[in-house]
């Protein structure tokens, strides 16, 4: 978990399960950006980590004041 993690792990201590769930596809932000020896990811694998952190990302807005969202 990145320094991001601690911190919102710090403000609510039940996001860190969810956080570790997806934590690895930080790797997405970076890793298949350019063209080079890196495979991309098949698309089903793909859509299995899009499926993950948009459920985290529900999670996480569900825990907002509707003003907030």
Known sequence: ????GKQAVDLDPTLEQRIDEVVEFTKYAW???YPGDVDEPSLA???AALNKVRGF???LLAQ???EAR
């Open 45 to 47: 694998d793909a859509a």
């Open 31 to 33: 890793l298949f950006r």
């Open 57 to 59: 990302v529900g999670a």
């Open 64 to 66: 907002l004041p509707d």
């Open 1 to 4: 978990m990145g320094r991001l």
